[in-house]
């Protein structure tokens, strides 16, 4: 508004002043070098006015030509900074929907516009994950190390490669490197504690445990068991070290942290029996037969007494053992076992009775067969009991819950994929070609039908 009443007031003005000239006529008379220019006022001053209007044009453009070059290389920066987010956009779909070659395309197309920003980094080097091409990744995961704003990133990149290449021990460094730059992050702490307990190096996986477990990345239970399982292996390296006190104090540790881990208890109780009080021992293997009832924990508690006659056993397993879990199969195992072995026919056929139960497995069958040789002199009778036992459901084993492996004895890593912790005392599943399973699948088909 104001400018138009300003432009409004110089047209009046020069208008008033063409009339004013107009009406007081004058005469410019120039002489310069032997020239003579004559000419009237109006003339004069209009010129005066067209050469002011030119200056001005003229002003402008150079202005213009002075801010014109950034001007214009915004407008192409933003330009390929648009076509550089749109690869990586496109870039990341690719890699979501596992499309290498496109992945690959638009890394390079994110590359050409966007050089060296972190997001172009890492969709180069998923790119070169998803293609394979593992030495590329490397390359670009270490120039992300490089920048101070994708280090992080750069390193979880190396850990997991390493990792993938079976160098272990070049991804703890990485690791550790981590750890060093964000203290306390929950993936690095894990990736801390899987990588000792791959190593094998308990206190590590002591260490980064007791960090989880403050965080929110484990709890409860399974921490228990954890550590329980790492000071048992802490413990059975004092063994190996001659370390006696330190080994009977961590197995103790063991056993106290998950009383139902027979391993621990085994391993209490030989050492016990070793070091400790017959008092001590005497309160251990109950504690241990009411929690962890096992067939290597029987055989542990009755090798505590060396030279010790069938007989006696039975009497002691009958008498100090028993009693803390009377009704549990193990129990009944380990005194028919006794009995078996002090030629006390009986009670051995009571207890392999109620250890079978109604679906005897081919051990305890071959056992009653032993019994019926035995004791009987039974020759067709025992033939009889090993002929059901090759269909009898299998024995328990130690078996690995990660890939089914199966085992005699207990192991802190699967010895096939490596898992820790993985085994459980349990049957293998028969598949198919147990009746049970197959029943239970046709009520559950049955009730899902109606
Ligand atoms: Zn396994």
């Given at each position: 508004m104001l400018r138009i009443i300003i432009v409004f007031a110089l047209i009046v003005a020069i208008a008033m002043a063409a009339v004013w000239l107009s009406e007081y006529p004058g005469?410019?008379?120039?002489?310069?070098?032997?020239?003579?220019?004559?000419?009237?006022?109006?003339?004069?001053?209009?010129?005066?006015?067209?050469?002011?209007?030119?200056?001005?044009?003229?002003?402008?453009?150079?202005?213009?030509?002075?801010?014109?070059?950034?001007?214009?290389?915004?407008?192409?920066?933003?330009?390929?900074?648009?076509?550089?987010?749109?690869?990586?956009?496109?870039?990341?779909?690719?890699?979501?929907?596992?499309?290498?070659?496109?992945?690959?395309?638009?890394?390079?197309a994110a590359e050409k516009h966007l050089s060296g920003e972190p997001m172009t980094l890492l969709l180069a080097a998923q790119a070169a994950e998803l293609n394979e091409d593992n030495r590329a990744a490397s390359i670009y995961y270490d120039r992300m190390m490089a920048r101070q704003d994708t280090e992080f990133l750069g390193l979880r990149g190396l850990i997991n490669r390493a990792i993938k290449e079976g160098d272990l021990e070049k991804a703890r460094d990485l690791a550790r490197r981590a750890d060093e730059l964000r203290p306390g992050t929950s993936w690095v702490v894990k990736e801390l504690y899987e990588l000792a307990l791959k190593l094998r190096d308990w206190e590590a996986a002591e260490q980064a445990l007791t960090r989880m477990a403050r965080g929110k990345a484990a709890k409860g239970d399974a921490v228990r068991r954890a550590r329980a399982v790492i000071t048992y292996e802490q413990a059975l390296a004092a063994v190996r070290n001659q370390r006696d006190a330190d080994a009977l104090s961590l197995a103790e540790q063991a056993h106290d942290l998950d009383p139902t881990f027979v391993p621990a208890a085994v391993l209490a109780v030989k050492l016990t029996a070793d070091q400790g009080s017959s008092r001590k021992l005497h309160k251990l293997i109950g504690e241990t037969w009411k929690h962890a009832p096992h067939r290597d924990l029987a055989e542990a508690i009755r090798k505590t007494v060396s030279g010790e006659q069938p007989a006696d056993w039975l009497r002691r397993a009958k008498e100090t053992v028993a009693p803390h879990n009377p009704d549990h199969v193990e129990t009944h195992l380990m005194l028919a076992k006794a009995a078996l072995a002090s030629r006390d026919w009986g009670p051995a056929r009571e207890h392999l009775m109620k250890a079978g139960g109604d679906h005897p497995s081919a051990s305890i069958l071959r056992m009653l067969a032993e019994l019926e040789e035995k004791a009987n002199a039974d020759a067709f009778a025992a033939r009889e009991w090993i002929v059901k036992s090759a269909v009898a459901p299998q024995d328990p084993l130690w078996i690995c819950n990660a890939c089914g492996r199966q085992e005699e004895n207990w192991h802190a890593h699967c010895p096939a994929c490596d898992s820790f912790d993985s085994f459980t005392w349990r049957t293998a599943d028969r598949g198919p070609h147990n009746p049970d399973l197959i029943e239970a699948e046709i009520v559950r088909e049955i009730s899902a039908g109606s």
């Open positions: 005469d410019v008379r120039l002489n310069w070098g032997g020239y003579v220019v004559e000419t009237s006022i109006v003339v004069v001053g209009a010129m005066t006015l067209v050469f002011a209007v030119l200056v001005a044009l003229a002003y402008r453009f150079w202005i213009w030509l002075k801010h014109g070059p950034g001007r214009i290389g915004a407008i192409f920066s933003a330009r390929r900074r648009d076509k550089g987010l749109e690869a990586i956009s496109n870039g990341m779909v690719a890699i979501a929907a596992g499309d290498a070659d496109e992945a690959r395309r638009q890394a390079i």
